[in-house]
């Protein structure tokens, strides 16, 4: 028993100080986020809809990436330096440069 409050307290006191906090940002707006990537400062979602985004301002604003696309809904992305590779339902996958 002694052993179950003392980590209950512990816990207790250690997510005061370990609350994350979560802002909303503005966008994307071209439907459900179904895949997030980071290269350095530039973030990446992929839509089910919408395709691609890119932030470079923290989620402040984002830009519409996915320029000859067949399919708008991106299962999953992966960032290497400029190039983008996504995976789009039918398991296509398309690789593009964002620079």
Not at 3 to 8: A, D, I, P, T, V
Not at 9 to 36: C, D, K, M, R
Not at 39 to 46: D, M, P, R, V, Y
Not at 69 to 74: A, D, G, P, R, V
């Amino acid at each position: 028993m002694k052993k179950l409050l003392s980590f209950l307290v512990l816990f207790n006191f250690y997510s005061i100080f370990a609350n994350a906090q979560w802002q909303q940002t503005n966008g994307p707006y071209g439907g459900e986020i179904q895949a997030l990537a980071v290269s350095g400062s530039n973030i990446f979602a992929g839509t089910h809809g919408g395709g691609v985004f890119l932030s470079g301002n923290n989620g402040s604003s984002w830009t519409a990436v996915y320029n000859g696309l067949t399919s708008q809904n991106i299962l999953s992305l992966t960032v290497s330096g400029s190039n983008i590779l996504q995976v789009q339902p039918t398991m296509v996958c398309f690789l593009f440069r964002y620079r």
